[in-house]
């Protein structure tokens, strides 16, 4: 969740989820919601923030990136002869199950699936609540791969595969990763509607205004998001995520399935009693886009024509994405084809090894009622809405659900994946970062640390004793929380220096990006 340094930590729900931050000016701040999906700016080679660009062998800590824009960006900028160990740290297991879920989706082998495809595929399980049935289908069998990897490693403690590592996990978060997984390959059999999740987010968070609602979607874009430099995001498309939650819309077909990937259970107090709803939790404010969307190298994909972006955010998107996979099949030895995989021959792929249960299109009537409520422990005391419980179901009853289904045959362990020779990404436990310190592995390890905004409380003098010599870190800022004030930006980007400042590190003045801060450690 995005709570700023200086406040107060609420009570919070396993790993801080709670939706709604209350600004030390009384203001609050809810758009971002309280579950990273993605992140609050750009995609970023961590090795190159510095000075002079790091080389050779190399290790980074990523804390609540949210999503792995910066792993594939700093992926595609290695030399032949570097080696790079990336270590996550998320806030909860629901961030640590789409990390997977796309970095699986990243390796696939162009022989499994064409390149504009996974583009596609990737896209509308990264940014879209509701996706084509093709990509539901996609998203079962992957989820199915990975829950039998994290089963296995239950028993063996060994990596399934030599570039994605959860072994670190304790067992009780790998037990809750099958779980999320199975719930991915199983959904209820009457799923809460993608759309009312996400029109009760956007009623709660506009209160009276929502009727004028599309009047603030267009002041958010042009007087916010496009005064940023964000020109290329289209008002048509923002405007339609904004309203449904669909960024990406890259084929002419029926995005109508839930996103289950996007879809996690809060805890609400109710009436007395501890409810669990399922329903969409994250950013419903600065967008999906601002991750691949918003820079890129290629200038023509910038140009403009009467003072309007020729391309949009989406394009650019599509573009950025396509030459990271191309990047990555590069360094794994695989090439892609001229001509692309059909959808014909990707669903017959699919089908021909694993047997999924299609489930019913989501239903859009006012049925989606809260029935018990679910105990849970250290749970957040909020208050519900009535739009909100008519869009979720209660937690508990998923979980039955999901116990009681059959489970699901493959003919094969997993799809074929590309091996990044020297190339490593770990995950560990949701409350490490502290605990690094007290273990000699992680001694002056990490030459990279990178922190998002919603974790930068979390930093303390212990980064001193796990950060490399000449460690870089990074810091995102919080120009894209669009709830905040100018004044409050600039406070947080100020507190942010004050904490770098008291762990040791200073700040690099060569630095012309404001979504990010970089500092360097101080030499004793």
Same mark, same amino acid.
């Given at each position: 969740?995005?709570?700023?340094?200086?406040?107060?930590?609420?009570?919070?729900?396993?790993?801080?989820?709670?939706?709604?931050?209350?600004?030390?000016?009384?203001?609050?701040?809810?758009?971002?919601?309280?579950?990273?999906?993605?992140?609050?700016?750009?995609?970023?080679?961590?090795?190159?923030?510095?000075?002079?660009?790091?080389?050779?062998?190399?290790?980074?800590?990523?804390?609540?990136?949210?999503?792995?824009?910066?792993?594939?960006?700093?992926?595609?900028?290695?030399?032949?002869?570097?080696?790079?160990?990336?270590?996550?740290?998320?806030?909860?297991?629901?961030?640590?199950?789409?990390?997977?879920?796309?970095?699986?989706?990243?390796?696939?082998?162009?022989?499994?699936?064409?390149?504009?495809?996974?583009?596609?595929?990737?896209?509308?399980?990264?940014?879209?609540?509701?996706?084509?049935?093709?990509?539901?289908?996609?998203?079962?069998?992957?989820?199915?791969?990975?829950?039998?990897?994290?089963?296995?490693?239950?028993?063996?403690?060994?990596?399934?595969?030599?570039?994605?590592?959860?072994?670190?996990?304790?067992?009780?978060?790998?037990?809750?990763?099958?779980?999320?997984?199975?719930?991915?390959?199983?959904?209820?059999?009457?799923?809460?509607?993608?759309?009312?999740?996400?029109?009760?987010?956007?009623?709660?968070?506009?209160?009276?205004?929502?009727?004028?609602?599309?009047?603030?979607?267009?002041?958010?874009?042009?007087?916010?998001?496009?005064?940023?430099?964000?020109?290329?995001?289209?008002?048509?498309?923002?405007?339609?995520?904004?309203?449904?939650?669909?960024?990406?819309?890259?084929?002419?077909?029926?995005?109508?399935?839930?996103?289950?990937?996007?879809?996690?259970?809060?805890?609400?107090?109710?009436?007395?009693?501890?409810?669990?709803?399922?329903?969409?939790?994250?950013?419903?404010?600065?967008?999906?886009?601002?991750?691949?969307?918003?820079?890129?190298?290629?200038?023509?994909?910038?140009?403009?024509?009467?003072?309007?972006?020729?391309?949009?955010?989406?394009?650019?998107?599509?573009?950025?994405?396509?030459?990271?996979?191309?990047?990555?099949?590069?360094?794994?030895?695989?090439?892609?084809?001229?001509?692309?995989?059909?959808?014909?021959?990707?669903?017959?792929?699919?089908?021909?090894?694993?047997?999924?249960?299609?489930?019913?299109?989501?239903?859009?009537?006012?049925?989606?009622?809260?029935?018990?409520?679910?105990?849970?422990?250290?749970?957040?005391?909020?208050?519900?809405?009535?739009?909100?419980?008519?869009?979720?179901?209660?937690?508990?009853?998923?979980?039955?659900?999901?116990?009681?289904?059959?489970?699901?045959?493959?003919?094969?362990?997993?799809?074929?994946?590309?091996?990044?020779?020297?190339?490593?990404?770990?995950?560990?436990?949701?409350?490490?970062?502290?605990?690094?310190?007290?273990?000699?592995?992680?001694?002056?390890?990490?030459?990279? %640390?990178?922190?998002?905004?919603?974790?930068?409380?979390? *930093? /303390?003098? !212990?980064?001193? +004793?796990? =950060? @490399?010599?000449?460690? %870089?870190?990074?810091?995102?800022?919080?120009?894209?929380? *669009? /709830?905040? !004030?100018?004044? +409050?930006? =600039? @406070?947080?980007?100020?507190?942010?220096?004050?904490?770098?400042?008291?762990?040791?590190?200073?700040?690099?003045?060569?630095?012309?990006?404001?979504?990010?801060?970089?500092?360097?450690?101080?030499?004793?």
């Amino acid at each position: 969740m995005h709570i700023l340094p200086w406040q107060e930590e609420e009570p919070h729900v396993r790993a801080c989820r709670h939706c709604v931050v209350r600004m030390s000016a009384g203001r609050i701040v809810e758009g971002a919601g309280c579950v990273t999906w993605w992140g609050f700016g750009p995609a970023r080679d961590l090795l190159s923030a510095g000075a002079v660009r790091q080389e050779g062998k190399l290790n980074v800590l990523l804390v609540g990136s949210g999503d792995p824009r910066h792993i594939l960006k700093t992926i595609a900028g290695l030399r032949d002869t570097d080696t790079l160990h990336v270590w996550v740290i998320e806030n909860s297991m629901e961030v640590v199950a789409r990390q997977l879920l796309l970095l699986y989706l990243s390796l696939t082998t162009p022989e499994s699936m064409g390149l504009n495809e996974k583009t596609e595929v990737f896209l509308e399980l990264f940014g879209n609540s509701e996706i084509r049935c093709q990509t539901e289908e996609t998203l079962k069998h992957v989820a199915a791969q990975h829950s039998l990897s994290v089963t296995d490693m239950l028993d063996t403690c060994t990596p399934s595969h030599p570039c994605l590592d959860t072994s670190l996990l304790k067992f009780r978060e790998r037990d809750e990763l099958a779980q999320i997984f199975k719930q991915w390959q199983h959904p209820p059999s009457n799923p809460a509607s993608a759309f009312k999740a996400w029109d009760a987010r956007v009623r709660q968070h506009l209160g009276t205004r929502y009727d004028s609602r599309k009047g603030c979607f267009d002041w958010d874009l042009t007087m916010k998001l496009h005064q940023k430099g964000c020109g290329v995001i289209n008002k048509q498309q923002y405007v339609k995520w904004r309203e449904r939650g669909v960024a990406f819309e890259m084929r002419e077909g029926l995005y109508q399935r839930a996103n289950q990937s996007l879809l996690s259970v809060r805890v609400f107090n109710h009436r007395g009693d501890r409810v669990g709803l399922r329903g969409y939790w994250g950013d419903i404010v600065s967008s999906p886009y601002l991750s691949f969307g918003i820079e890129t190298d290629n200038k023509d994909l910038l140009k403009t024509q009467n003072n309007q972006h020729v391309k949009t955010a989406q394009d650019i998107s599509v573009a950025n994405v396509q030459m990271l996979f191309e990047s990555l099949s590069a360094r794994g030895g695989h090439r892609y084809a001229p001509q692309l995989v059909s959808e014909c021959a990707r669903s017959q792929h699919i089908s021909n090894n694993h047997t999924v249960k299609r489930q019913p299109q989501s239903d859009l009537s006012a049925n989606d009622e809260t029935e018990s409520p679910q105990q849970s422990q250290n749970s957040t005391v909020n208050h519900t809405t009535e739009e909100e419980t008519q869009t979720v179901k209660i937690g508990s009853e998923i979980q039955t659900e999901v116990n009681n289904q059959p489970e699901t045959h493959h003919r094969t362990h997993q799809l074929e994946l590309i091996n990044l020779h020297g190339v490593n990404v770990s995950f560990l436990s949701v409350d490490s970062l502290t605990k690094l310190a007290l273990k000699n592995r992680y001694s002056h390890l990490f030459n990279t %640390i990178y922190c998002s905004a919603s974790m930068v409380h979390h *930093l /303390d003098s !212990s980064l001193k +004793q796990i =950060a @490399a010599p000449d460690a %870089i870190l990074i810091v995102e800022l919080a120009k894209y929380l *669009l /709830d905040l !004030s100018k004044e +409050q930006e =600039a @406070a947080f980007a100020g507190k942010v220096g004050e904490i770098a400042k008291e762990v040791g590190f200073m700040p690099v003045h060569n630095n012309n990006n404001d979504a990010y801060a970089v500092f360097t450690l101080q030499k004793n």
